[in-house]
């Protein structure tokens, strides 16, 4: 596998953009409201990730990859794609009824505070990696190489970026390690999916729902169990091995992937 690509240095670029649009203070622009710590963070998060897609979609306009990344076509092909990885979205919930967490105090105006920003954060990411990043690697490949670098490098890109979770306070390097991995590969499997069922939309909806459905901590009221601490390490692991599954999955969804019918797809 080659991984060489002439436009990996504007990728790069626009990535950092990207981080740049994360690091601004948009929680800021909320403080008059009188908002509690929850609803100013994930509004302000909100308004972050919408303000992430604008960039996206502009740089997919400007570069013309409006096609090859799917943006506007809302109806995919091969729905079953989609479809397969909502199982993600059942385990968050598991994993609650597992630890016997309560949620008895949680107001649902948080939950639909968290599920916004964790439906937009799926746009975001989908948008920059997968509707722009990933087309422009493609466009930097040379005639005689395959899809395997494009989405491999998309894929890095999208998953180093999660060491930036070692930032926070309560930081803990294996299950850090392992959102890095599993993140790669869903990288990885989403880039696939993407060329195969050409359509962006639903593979953000899935990215936020999935984000969501493993963040119901984060929710003010919640009781977590204290045994839960103790359950880190093999957290990490478990992340990683359910992922697996569905990038196995998708590597052999591979081969299907028309090279010719995604490169007829850009504008000259």
Not at 45 to 70: E, P, W
Not at 216 to 244: C, K, N, Q
Request: hydrophobic content about 50%; some cysteine.
């Amino acid at each position: 596998m080659n991984l060489s690509n002439t436009n990996i240095a504007t990728s790069i670029s626009v990535v950092f953009g990207f981080l740049l649009l994360l690091l601004l203070p948009f929680d800021k622009a909320l403080i008059f409201f009188e908002l509690d710590d929850f609803k100013e963070k994930y509004l302000g998060d909100a308004i972050k990730n919408l303000a992430i897609v604008c960039y996206g979609y502009f740089l997919i306009q400007r570069f013309g990859y409006t096609k090859v990344s799917g943006v506007f076509n809302f109806a995919p092909r091969h729905k079953k794609l989609i479809i397969i990885p909502l199982y993600f979205v059942l385990i968050g919930p598991l994993q609650y009824a597992l630890f016997d967490y309560e949620f008895d105090h949680v107001q649902l105006i948080n939950v639909l505070i968290l599920l916004g920003a964790m439906i937009t954060v799926g746009l975001s990411e989908e948008v920059i990696f997968r509707g722009f990043v990933l087309p422009n690697l493609i466009r930097g490949t040379s005639s005689d190489q395959s899809l395997v670098g494009p989405i491999v490098l998309s894929s890095l890109l999208f998953g180093v970026l999660h060491f930036l979770n070692l930032l926070n306070a309560d930081s803990y390097f294996p299950l850090v390690l392992s959102q890095v991995i599993y993140a790669t590969m869903f990288g990885v499997a989403f880039g696939v999916i993407l060329l195969r069922t050409g359509s962006l939309l639903p593979l953000g909806l899935l990215h936020g729902l999935i984000n969501f459905s493993s963040n119901w901590d984060d929710l003010p009221g919640t009781f977590e169990p204290a045994i839960v601490e103790t359950y880190r390490m093999h957290d990490a692991i478990f992340s990683v091995i359910i992922v697996l599954p569905f990038f196995l999955y998708a590597l052999k969804q591979l081969p299907k992937i028309d090279r010719k019918a995604v490169l007829s797809m850009y504008k000259d």
